[in-house]
């Protein structure tokens, strides 16, 4: 499989509460790292990236957070609407491509 | 500005055809990839393009090729198409080579091989 895995497959979340989601990487050269959202029959869509010379990055309404030591890495959506129902997807630079997890589907309850 | 495009966004193809995809990346942009999404396998990487030269490729057959002209647009071709072809294929334009910038995805052709 690839190097870049997500630590759960679902995440059900109450509309206005804080979401956050997990992803480990293995190639501790990495050195750039995307967020990417999907919705049913859409693309991936850009959200926010992070460098490995940072450990933090903030986005509109979400945020990215890289640990470097344990090869982890989070992106917080803060006050979870209906529209952030999606699968979301880390990316990382392998140099030759970019290299998905299997992605966690976010479902936002009313 | 104009996004990346796909075309066309569906797809249905008998075993033993074969078919092409096309994408046009955001302007400016060199880098074209394109991705196979399954359920099972999810986002694979086929191949990238950068300046009509193929410098990287995925694990897959020989059966998938591309190219890519001198406006960036690029164009995948699948031969002898097996059920197993049956996915989203995704193309991705940034501004250079190596991944280090934005990616950007298209809407994706769905192919569904019958």
């Known amino acids: 499989g690839e190097s870049v895995g997500l630590h759960l497959p679902t995440l059900s979340v109450q509309e206005g509460d804080n979401s956050i989601i997990n992803c480990a990487y293995s190639n501790s050269a990495s050195d750039y790292f995307i967020w990417y959202k999907q919705e049913s029959g859409k693309g991936p869509q850009f959200i926010i990236d992070i460098r490995s010379n940072m450990d933090k990055r903030q986005g509109q309404r979400v945020t990215v957070l890289l640990n470097k030591t344990v090869k982890h890495l989070s992106l917080q959506i803060a006050a979870t609407q209906p529209g952030d129902s999606a699968v979301y997807f880390c990316a990382e630079n392998m140099g030759y491509k970019l290299s998905f997890g299997a992605g966690t589907t976010v479902t936002v309850r009313a | 500005k104009a996004g990346v495009t796909q075309t066309p966004r569906y797809l249905i193809k008998t075993r033993g055809q074969q078919v092409t995809l096309s994408c046009s990346p955001i302007s400016g942009h060199r880098s074209v990839s394109w991705y196979q999404q399954t359920p099972g396998q999810g986002l694979q990487f086929l191949f990238e393009?950068?300046?009509?030269?193929?410098?990287n490729k995925g694990n897959f057959p020989g059966r998938f090729s591309g190219r890519q002209f001198s406006n960036s647009r690029s164009e995948m071709n699948v031969s002898t198409l097996e059920l197993g072809d049956s996915a989203l294929y995704l193309c991705?334009?940034?501004?250079?080579?190596?991944?280090?910038?934005?990616?950007?995805f298209g809407q994706g052709t769905r192919l569904t091989v019958v």
């Open positions: 393009y950068f300046s009509e030269t193929q410098r």
């Open positions: 991705a334009s940034s501004l250079v080579a190596d991944f280090s910038t934005e990616a950007f």
